[in-house]
C-alpha cells in the first residue's frame, strides 16, 4: 500500500508560479511511475505530467510543456511540479498518482495508476 499526500496548492495571480509537493510513503517508492494529474469543475480528470522511477524519463501534457517541471527525490519519497507562468485554465485539484506496475512507461490513462492522494487546490486569478 502507498499513501500519498500533496501539498502546495493555493491561490496565485496570472503568470505567478507555485510548487507542489507529493510526499508518499512505503519503501518501494523509487521502483514507481509517478503522476501529476489535475480536475477542474465539469470536466474529466486529465494528465498533466508524469516520470519514471529513477527520474531519467518525463512526460507532459501539451498544455503544460514549458511551463511545468516535474521532478523527483528518491532519497525524500517525494515527487514535485513546479507550474511557472501559471494561466487560469490551470486552476483544478491537482492530484499526485502511483503506477506500481512501471518503472520507465509512463502512461497518461488514469486506469495506470493504482495509488491516489486527496488532492490540493490550485486557483489562478486573471
Known amino acids: 500500500q502507498v499513501q500519498l499526500v500533496e501539498s502546495g496548492g493555493g491561490l496565485v495571480e496570472a503568470g505567478d508560479s507555485l510548487r507542489l509537493s507529493c510526499a508518499a510513503s512505503g519503501r518501494t517508492f523509487n521502483n514507481y511511475v509517478m503522476g501529476w494529474f489535475r480536475q477542474s469543475p465539469g470536466k474529466e480528470r486529465e494528465f498533466v505530467s508524469g516520470?519514471?522511477?529513477?527520474?531519467?524519463?518525463?512526460a507532459y501534457a501539451d498544455a503544460v510543456k514549458g511551463r511545468f517541471t516535474i521532478s523527483r527525490d528518491n532519497a525524500k519519497n517525494t515527487v514535485y511540479l513546479q507550474m511557472n507562468s501559471l494561466k487560469p485554465e490551470d486552476a483544478a485539484i491537482y492530484y499526485c498518482?502511483?503506477?506500481?506496475?512501471?518503472?520507465?512507461?509512463?502512461?497518461?490513462?488514469?486506469?495506470?495508476?493504482?495509488?491516489w492522494g486527496q488532492g490540493t487546490q490550485v486557483t489562478v486569478s486573471e
Open positions: 498518482a502511483a503506477d506500481p506496475k512501471n518503472q520507465i512507461l509512463i502512461f497518461i490513462s488514469r486506469a495506470a495508476y493504482a495509488y
Open positions: 516520470i519514471s522511477a529513477s527520474g531519467g524519463h518525463t
